[in-house]
């Protein structure tokens, strides 16, 4: 079984920073790609940042500058760097993962963790 443990958000002013993390355990043969998606309050959950196994990067235009992701592979573990964060980043952040583990290629999903950016 593949888990994917995600760090603890947080409440952060505008304008702050936060760095979510994420990591993978399991029976995993290899990580295709990791990422980040969020779902905020009425809204459809959306993507927010990809990573490949080889470090091709994918991001949100509304997240472009402000947000990094990286991973490392050895820790089977990604993170989010949040820069200039605004009340709009507000949102429950979901890690996911595209494995092979157990003979097949899946999707996995993190349990999520609040990122509330308020005053």
């Known amino acids: 079984q593949v888990q994917l443990v995600e760090s603890v958000g947080g409440l952060v002013q505008p304008g702050g920073s936060l760095r979510l993390s994420c990591a993978a355990s399991?029976?995993?043969?290899?990580?295709?790609?990791m990422g980040w998606y969020r779902q905020a309050p009425g809204k459809q959950r959306e993507l927010v940042a990809t990573i490949t196994n080889g470090g091709s990067t994918n991001y949100a235009d509304s997240v472009k500058g402000r947000f990094t992701i990286s991973r490392d592979n050895a820790k089977k573990t990604e993170y989010l760097q949040m820069n200039s964060l605004k009340p709009e980043d507000t949102a429950v952040y979901y890690c996911?993962?595209?494995?092979?583990?157990?003979?097949?290629?899946?999707?996995?999903w993190g349990q999520g963790t609040q990122v509330t950016v308020s005053s």
């Open positions: 399991g029976s995993i043969f290899s990580i295709i790609r």
């Open positions: 996911y993962a595209y494995c092979y583990a157990n003979r097949a290629f899946n999707d996995y």
